[in-house]
């Protein structure tokens, strides 16, 4: 009797310490049920976004001309809306930076820099990057590689405000760093192209402008900026090539008289005399490789230039205004702009 009085008492202490154990800072719960993986919510993915975006915001400012924000949203929003997740909260951010670069933080929020506006030839272009990012939204890249990496032995039972800062905290420096796997990048290109020309637009401009960054940026030997952790250039373009043929992507519309008289943007020289960018001092990316020149594999995560040292793209000056431009487009907007995408 006194030894299942002992059993009980320990029982009932453990019932007893279980929630202040929930409250005291660690967020890796030791118990058996705790290994199953942590579930997003899309409020909470909303959230996590939120945080990330306001994050991005005060770190580049924000471009306070409206009417650049409404096109580019224009553009924007006739993709998102014919995406699988229409009714997130979409919402496109022109950040204030000579940075070329693009970013999609989770529940909805993207991001392109005024210096990768100033770059592109066409409203193609700026579709086929912006579905390129509107597609690691869709598919939750962010989210699942954070759930994959972290998320298990993470407390189920609730996801609280500490848990959600961890998340965006982890979220915002993945996205900073270019950290999406390879797997990941090829998904959002080949889904981002598919969105762009299920509007009409044509599915090459994202390879016409790799093509045109990698040839402009040929002697610089960083990886960072736009499409950092995407895999070598040639075999991105043959990827490109080979969805665009297998999946009968016709579209041929580019939109550059419009895109011109939208977005009028000069891109900054560089300090060198070259006619590449401000901060430019990357390959944005499309390298693929490895700082021994190695090509990684397939599933392994690559990192941005960054990570190894000076990245000029991410470590561009931002703008002093960081205060968000709310602009609003309606049903009626989205299909008259529709219906100047023609061939």
Same mark, same amino acid.
């Given at each position: ?106 529940? %909805? ?68 760093? %270019? $950290? ?37 940026? $040929? ?28 999946? $009968? ?46 090509? $990684? ?20 000056? %931002? %703008? ?24």
């Amino acid at each position: 009797m006194r030894r299942m009085a002992t059993v009980t008492l320990a029982v009932m202490a453990l019932a007893i310490a279980a929630p202040a154990y929930a409250q005291i800072g660690s967020l890796l719960n030791k118990a058996a049920d705790a290994k199953k993986k942590l579930d997003i919510s899309e409020p909470d993915e909303i959230s996590i976004g939120t945080d990330v975006s306001a994050r991005l915001r005060e770190r580049y400012g924000v471009v306070q001309d409206k009417a650049v924000h409404k096109y580019v949203t224009l553009v924007g929003m006739t993709l998102a809306s014919q995406s699988s997740r229409p009714k997130l909260p979409w919402t496109f951010i022109v950040l204030d930076t000579d940075g070329i670069n693009a970013f999609a933080a989770p529940g %909805g929020f993207i991001h392109i820099t005024r210096g990768a506006l100033s770059i592109l030839k066409n409203e193609a272009e700026l579709a086929d990057i912006l579905g390129h990012e509107i597609s690691h939204v869709t598919q939750k890249h962010a989210i699942n590689a954070i759930e994959k990496s972290n998320g298990e032995g993470m407390a189920t039972d609730a996801i609280g405000s500490a848990v959600l800062k961890q998340f965006a905290d982890a979220t915002y420096s993945m996205i900073i760093e %270019g $950290k999406y796997t390879r797997d990941q990048e090829i998904d959002a290109d080949k889904r981002g192209v598919a969105l762009a020309n299920a509007a009409g637009y044509s599915p090459t401009g994202l390879g016409d402008f790799l093509t045109r960054l990698d040839a402009r940026n $040929k002697n610089q030997p960083d990886r960072n900026g736009l499409f950092a952790s995407h895999p070598d250039t040639q075999a991105r373009l043959d990827g490109l090539t080979k969805e665009i043929k297998s999946q $009968k992507l016709t579209a041929t519309a580019v939109v550059a008289a419009r895109y011109t008289q939208n977005i009028s943007y000069t891109p900054v020289p560089s300090p060198s005399g070259s006619d590449a960018p401000a901060s430019s001092g990357s390959k944005f990316g499309v390298s693929g490789m490895s700082a021994l020149g190695k090509d $990684k594999s397939s599933n392994q995560t690559a990192s941005a230039g960054g990570s190894r040292g000076v990245n000029t793209e991410r470590d561009a000056k %931002g %703008g002093p205004v960081k205060t968000a431009v709310t602009v609003t487009v309606t049903a009626d907007e989205i299909a008259a702009f529709k219906k100047g995408i023609t061939g």
